[in-house]
């Protein structure tokens, strides 16, 4: 189904919404002159829809049609592609546990499971994107299980809202969880101090506090674990260098076809 003519991506007027309010498509209109082209803003306006819903629902990938000009189809094709938008309701904390091939020998697996069972009922675990307590609400949780999470030297590990948990326990993730439930906010092994949800999606859409210099000092501090730099550490103690590349390479005959 496509979007009206003369939508916002065109000049025209919006559509009304009842959840996308006037700051809103402000924001979202803002966002897509950022681009030559208008449909290059779709990731940052699915991003900008689930800082408002805490997902992206059907109204979101209409609202997005209609400020890019484009069909529902297309939005829906990119919102059903990607995990990190949610297609039902996240809890006030998105917790993604790393159960790729590392972390899973390390214990990633186990703390996945640990988690479901700590966060379900009795005989009905959490299972994959679902949430414990009311969706959007103080506590809530929902779990998932992710694929690499590019930490493999701190396995295993999870993410809070996309911040890092390295070296995590199946004890220290329970600890963790109980701790979001109870409304306090753990400071990340590294990284930014954490934040819900919704406020992270802002971030990602692109709608960052320029006036806030504590928030940029955080994102601008480093980030990187000890043992993330530990070979490059060596290498500078030890003045150890990588031979020179030739400066003149034949590129190899490719055979005609």
Same mark, same amino acid.
């Given at each position: 189904?496509?979007?009206? @003519?003369?939508?916002?991506?065109?000049?025209?007027?919006?559509?009304?919404?009842?959840?996308?309010?006037?700051?809103?498509?402000?924001?979202?209109?803002?966002?897509?002159?950022? =681009?030559?082209?208008?449909?290059?803003?779709?990731?940052?306006?699915?991003?900008?829809?689930?800082?408002?819903?805490?997902?992206?629902?059907?109204?979101?990938?209409?609202?997005?049609?209609?400020?890019?000009?484009?069909?529902?189809?297309?939005?829906?094709?990119?919102?059903?592609?990607?995990?990190?938008?949610?297609?039902?309701?996240?809890?006030?904390?998105?917790?993604?546990?790393?159960?790729?091939?590392?972390?899973?020998?390390?214990?990633?697996?186990?703390? =996945?499971?640990?988690?479901?069972?700590?966060?379900?009922?009795?005989?009905?675990?959490? /299972?994959?994107?679902?949430?414990?307590?009311?969706?959007?609400?103080?506590?809530?949780?929902?779990?998932?299980?992710?694929?690499?999470?590019?930490?493999?030297?701190?396995?295993?590990?999870?993410?809070?809202? =996309?911040? =890092?948990?390295?070296?995590?326990?199946?004890?220290?993730?329970?600890?963790?969880?109980?701790?979001?439930?109870?409304?306090? @906010?753990?400071?990340?092994?590294?990284?930014?101090?954490?934040?819900?949800?919704?406020?992270?999606?802002?971030?990602?859409?692109?709608?960052?506090?320029?006036?806030?210099?504590?928030?940029?000092?955080?994102?601008? /501090?480093?980030?990187?674990?000890?043992?993330?730099?530990?070979?490059?550490?060596?290498?500078?103690?030890?003045?150890?260098?990588?031979?020179?590349?030739?400066?003149?390479?034949?590129?190899?005959?490719?055979?005609? @076809?």
């Amino acid at each position: 189904m496509s979007s009206p @003519k003369g939508g916002p991506a065109d000049g025209g007027a919006s559509t009304t919404s009842t959840t996308f309010g006037e700051d809103t498509v402000a924001e979202a209109r803002e966002l897509i002159s950022r =681009y030559p082209q208008s449909r290059s803003a779709l990731l940052p306006l699915l991003h900008l829809v689930q800082s408002v819903e805490g997902y992206v629902s059907q109204e979101g990938m209409t609202f997005c049609a209609q400020q890019l000009g484009l069909s529902e189809a297309e939005v829906a094709a990119v919102a059903t592609f990607y995990t990190m938008y949610k297609r039902r309701p996240c809890g006030e904390h998105l917790v993604s546990v790393c159960t790729n091939t590392l972390c899973a020998a390390m214990g990633g697996d186990a703390i =996945y499971k640990r988690l479901q069972q700590h966060l379900g009922s009795e005989g009905a675990p959490l /299972g994959h994107e679902d949430v414990a307590g009311t969706p959007g609400e103080s506590g809530s949780v929902m779990l998932e299980h992710a694929e690499c999470l590019a930490a493999c030297d701190l396995a295993p590990v999870l993410q809070v809202n =996309y911040e =890092y948990f390295d070296n995590q326990t199946e004890d220290s993730a329970v600890e963790l969880v109980d701790a979001l439930r109870r409304g306090d @906010k753990p400071h990340p092994t590294r990284g930014a101090p954490l934040s819900d949800f919704k406020t992270v999606e802002r971030r990602l859409a692109g709608l960052l506090p320029e006036d806030d210099d504590e928030f940029w000092t955080d994102v601008d /501090g480093p980030s990187q674990a000890v043992e993330t730099v530990r070979g490059a550490q060596l290498a500078a103690d030890r003045n150890w260098t990588a031979p020179a590349a030739p400066e003149d390479v034949p590129l190899p005959e490719v055979e005609a @076809k």
